[in-house]
């Protein structure tokens, strides 16, 4: 067997997450994928200190910490208004919607990412304000220890957290 055929088949394949519709998965992958090319490592549904949970969460190079907010449609957009709390634990924050979501719905003072499941790109640059050295710190270790769950559950998919399988 060649290398790049052992190496292709023991790539870890993490399972649908299957909380989001079609297109708002199709959105997640294009997003990651365009972070990915920019050098950035991203972690969906990401867990904050204050109990909510951002769609993506983002690392630079860096160290900048990006949270991305997909909105699926105009009516998810209008019945979710938790989006300002996930502002706190990032340096730059985004909407990413589908083609299909009118753009000017969404605030002008954030930024904005259109995607599908091929790609996506940036429309509107984020503001950046930098987070406390404080807070950086511990939502960086907060993302490298979902990081590391994950690796481990790719691992180890049988294993038990919390009682929990």
Not at 29 to 38: I, S
Not at 47 to 69: F, Q, V
Not at 78 to 98: H, I, L, S
Request: aromatic share 8%; proline share 6%; with cysteine.
């Amino acid at each position: 067997m060649s290398d790049s055929l052992a190496r292709s088949s023991s790539q870890p394949v993490l399972p649908p997450d299957g909380r989001q519709s079609l297109v708002a998965a199709g959105v997640q992958r294009g997003v990651r994928r365009l972070f990915a090319q920019l050098g950035h490592v991203t972690i969906p549904e990401f867990s904050l200190a204050n109990g909510r949970r951002a769609d993506i969460m983002a690392l630079a190079p860096d160290g900048a910490l990006t949270i991305i907010e997909i909105k699926s449609s105009v009516a998810d957009f209008r019945a979710d208004r938790k989006w300002p709390d996930y502002e706190d634990f990032c340096d730059r924050f985004y909407f990413a919607v589908p083609e299909t979501v009118p753009f000017d719905i969404l605030p002008e003072d954030r930024g904005l990412i259109v995607a599908d499941s091929f790609g996506a790109a940036i429309l509107r640059d984020a503001r950046r304000h930098a987070l406390a050295g404080a807070r950086r710190k511990a939502v960086t270790l907060r993302f490298a220890q979902a990081a590391a769950l994950a690796l481990h559950t790719l691992a180890d998919p049988d294993v038990i957290y919390d009682g929990r399988l």
